[in-house]
């Protein structure tokens, strides 16, 4: 029911359309999801997630998943990110790869809706640490489209592989184009 209605929206009344599949036997990756220019994205993935039926996550720090709100948060997909112990991020986000059955990891490279020169590459680190491929999603609000693209497994050359990865984001506009990252 819920699906058919997310269905309904995202489709018939915003006039969205989601182009190409994950495979759902890909368990564990990295969501690599660009650009990230508005709050708007965060309902276009909710809608992706609930129409493609694929569990889809993030990590918040473990505070969030407190009472009253905790169940909320894991709900919606999420994970606590607990760095105690002196792990850092990228550490802490490969053990969670290690724990789950099912992790796939959305984030947005930016690291913010304004404006940026350079992409945060610790997805990238994460990805090689948890040997996990990175999957490409664009939210094309020029088009109307979230565009799922082929899972890229990385090699260790960050310059080739994030190459591989920014052509399936050519052309891609935001919801406020200007805030978007610009590929050369």
């Known amino acids: 029911m819920k699906k058919q209605l997310y269905k309904f929206i995202f489709f018939k009344l915003m006039g969205w359309k989601i182009v190409g599949n994950i495979d759902p036997n890909i368990k564990k990756c990295i ?3 660009m650009p990230h220019t508005s709050a708007h994205d965060f309902y276009l ?26 169940w909320y948060f894991k709900y919606m997909g999420g994970e606590p990110l607990d760095r105690t112990g002196g792990m850092n991020k990228v550490d802490s986000i490969a053990d969670i790869f290690d724990r789950k059955e099912v992790f796939r990891l959305a984030v947005a490279p930016e690291g913010t809706r304004k404006n940026v020169k350079e992409i945060k590459t610790g997805f990238y680190f994460i990805a090689l640490k948890a040997h996990v491929p990175i999957i490409p999603i664009a939210f094309d609000f020029g088009k109307k489209e979230v565009r799922l693209g082929q899972p890229v497994i ?18 891609v506009k935001g919801k406020i184009p200007q805030n978007g990252y610009f590929f050369e």
């Open 31 to 33: 969501l690599m999801v």
């Open 45 to 70: 993935g909710i809608f992706t997630r609930g129409i493609t039926g694929i569990e889809m996550n993030y990590v918040g720090k473990k505070e969030l998943f407190r009472f009253p709100f905790g």
């Open 154 to 171: 990385p090699t260790s050359n960050l310059e080739k592989d994030l190459n591989n990865l920014k052509n399936h984001f050519y052309g």
